[in-house]
C-alpha cells in the first residue's frame, strides 16, 4: 500500500502567502524526501530529512518530520507564481532494510495565483 | 552536465504493438529505476538496477513487461504486446550509491496505446 500520503490533494493561495502541505506515512523510515514535479516534466528532489532530524531549511523551504505521529510537512514561504507544481513527499523503505527504494505519494496539486 | 535522458519523449502506437522505452543514467550513477505514473494510482515503482543488475522487479505489472541494463549508461522499458491501459507516463531515474541519495528523474515518456 502507499506509504506516503499527502493533504491536501490541492491548494491554491495567492503570491506571498505561505503554502504548508503534509505528508503521512505508515512505517518506519530512514528518511523522507520531498520532490516537486512541473507539468509535462520530471520530479525534481527538493529536499532530504533524515528519522534522526526534526527541522530542515532550504533557501525558502522548510521541512519538519515527526516520527512518533508518522507525519512530514513542507512550508513553502512567500510563495512565487513559478511555485505552481505537484509536490510529492517520498518515504525509503526501511523495513524492508533498503533506502534507496522509494514510494511517493499521490501529490499536492500547488497553484500559486499572481 | 547533463541529467538522465528519455526517449521518446511521446509514443503513440496501436494496441498489440511493441513499445520499447529508453533511458540515459547520469554518468556514474549506481541506481536505475523505472517507474508509472498514472492519475488513478500515481508514481509506482516498476523495477531498480543496482550496478546494472535487476534487484526487484516486484512492480512489473505482468509478463508484458521487461527492462533490461545492457551496460551503466543504457536501459530499455519493453512492452509486448501493449494494451491500452498501458497508457501513461514512464520515467526513469538514476541515484547514487544507497544511502538516502535523492533521485534525478527524466522528463518521461508519455505513452498512448490506441
Known amino acids: 500500500s502507499q506509504q506516503g500520503e499527502e493533504d491536501p490533494q490541492a491548494l491554491s493561495i495567492q503570491e506571498g502567502e505561505n503554502a504548508t502541505m503534509n505528508c503521512s506515512y505508515k512505517?518506519?523510515?530512514?528518511?523522507l524526501q520531498w520532490y516537486r514535479q512541473n507539468s509535462g516534466r520530471g520530479l525534481v528532489h527538493l529536499i532530504l530529512?533524515?528519522?534522526?532530524?526534526r527541522e530542515k531549511h532550504s533557501g525558502r523551504l522548510r521541512v519538519t518530520l515527526d516520527t512518533s505521529k508518522k507525519s512530514s510537512s513542507l512550508l513553502i514561504t512567500a510563495s512565487r507564481a513559478a511555485d505552481t507544481a505537484s509536490y510529492f513527499c517520498a518515504t525509503d523503505a526501511r523495513a524492508q532494510g533498503g533506502s534507496e527504494k522509494l514510494v511517493f505519494g499521490k501529490g499536492t496539486k500547488l497553484t500559486v495565483n499572481p | 552536465d547533463a541529467g538522465v535522458i528519455q526517449s521518446p519523449r511521446h509514443e503513440v502506437t496501436e494496441m498489440g504493438q511493441e513499445v520499447t522505452l529508453r533511458c540515459k543514467p547520469i554518468?556514474?550513477?549506481?541506481?536505475l529505476f523505472w517507474y508509472r505514473q498514472t492519475m488513478m494510482r500515481g508514481l509506482e515503482l516498476l523495477i531498480y538496477f543496482n550496478n546494472n543488475v535487476p534487484i526487484d522487479d516486484s512492480g512489473m505489472p505482468e509478463d508484458r513487461f521487461s527492462a533490461k541494463m545492457p551496460n551503466a549508461s543504457f536501459s530499455t522499458l519493453k512492452i509486448q504486446p501493449s494494451e491500452p491501459r498501458d497508457s501513461a507516463v514512464y520515467f526513469c531515474a538514476s541515484s547514487l550509491i544507497r544511502g538516502g541519495q535523492p533521485q534525478h528523474f527524466g522528463d518521461g515518456t508519455r505513452l498512448s496505446i490506441l
Open positions: 554518468s556514474g550513477h549506481d541506481y
Open positions: 530529512i533524515r528519522s534522526n532530524e
Open positions: 512505517t518506519s523510515i530512514n528518511n
